[in-house]
C-alpha cells in the first residue's frame, strides 16, 4: 500500500508565492517519477510538472512560473509557485510512477486547493 499526502494548500493573493509539498510512503519499491497536476471547476486534470531522473517537464504556460524539485530521500516533491494568477485556481494533485515489482504503478493524493484571490 502506498499512500500520497499533499500540504502546502490554501489562499494567496495574485501575485504572491506558494509552495506545495508531497510526501509518499508505505510499499514504495523505487520511485520512478513524481509530478503534479491540477483540475480547475468545469476543467481537465492537467499536468503542472513532473520529474525523473533525468529531466524535468513543464507546460509552456507555466514555465518561469512554477519549479519543480524533489527529496529523492525521503520521497517528497515539492512545487514552488510564483506569481501566482487567479487562474492558477484549482485543486493540485500529486502523482507518483513507482515500481512494484516489475510493474510501474501511478499513485495519487487526494488533491489541496489552491485558491488565488484578493
Known amino acids: 500500500q502506498v499512500q500520497v499526502v499533499e500540504s502546502g494548500g490554501g489562499l494567496v493573493q495574485p501575485g504572491g508565492s506558494l509552495r506545495l509539498s508531497c510526501a509518499a510512503s508505505?510499499?514504495?519499491?523505487?520511485?520512478?517519477?513524481m509530478g503534479w497536476y491540477r483540475q480547475a471547476p468545469g476543467k481537465q486534470r492537467e499536468l503542472v510538472a513532473s520529474?525523473?531522473?533525468?529531466?524535468?517537464n513543464y507546460p509552456d504556460s507555466l514555465k518561469g512560473r512554477f519549479t519543480i524539485f524533489r527529496d529523492n530521500a525521503k520521497n517528497t516533491v515539492f512545487l514552488q509557485m510564483n506569481s501566482l494568477k487567479p487562474e492558477d485556481t484549482a485543486v493540485y494533485y500529486c502523482?507518483?510512477?513507482?515500481?512494484?515489482?516489475?510493474?510501474?504503478?501511478?499513485?495519487w493524493g487526494k488533491g489541496i486547493l489552491v485558491t488565488v484571490s484578493s
Open positions: 502523482n507518483v510512477e513507482a515500481w512494484s515489482g516489475s510493474t510501474l504503478r501511478d499513485y
Open positions: 508505505g510499499s514504495i519499491f523505487s520511485i520512478y517519477a
Open positions: 520529474t525523473d531522473s533525468m529531466s524535468t
